[in-house]
């Protein structure tokens, strides 16, 4: 049974940080890209970083130099650091685990980050 799930969402006033987990299971881990996207709401879900199986990453601009994407393949474990968090960071995030080779990708149940002051 494939399972991602997230942790690690919460409140922060503007300019803090929080590091999201996204356990996986179920799946060859170290195969899969794994990606952070995240809807606010009225939005469209949108690519927040990537990191291939290799460990190439990949950013939405609007996130660069904040955000660091990681993955730690011995647990399965992929991570979102966040820092300076601003009010337009707030949102569902959601782990997804991706592999194209076999035509499969997997979603979790997402994690709210919610940043104001």
């Known amino acids: 049974q494939v399972q991602l799930v997230e942790s690690g969402g919460g409140s922060v006033q503007p300019g803090g940080s929080l590091r999201l987990s996204c356990a996986a299971s179920?799946?060859?881990?170290?195969?899969?890209?794994m990606s952070w996207y995240r809807q606010a709401p009225g939005e469209e879900r949108e690519l927040v970083a990537r990191i291939t199986s290799a460990g190439s990453t990949n950013y939405a601009e609007s996130v660069k130099g904040r955000f660091t994407i990681s993955r730690d393949n011995a647990k399965n474990t992929v991570y979102l650091q966040m820092n300076s968090l601003k009010p337009e960071d707030t949102a569902l995030y959601y782990c997804n685990g991706r592999n194209a080779y076999f035509g499969r990708s997997y979603w979790g149940q997402g994690t709210q980050v919610t940043v104001s002051s």
């Open positions: 179920g799946f060859t881990f170290s195969s899969y890209a």
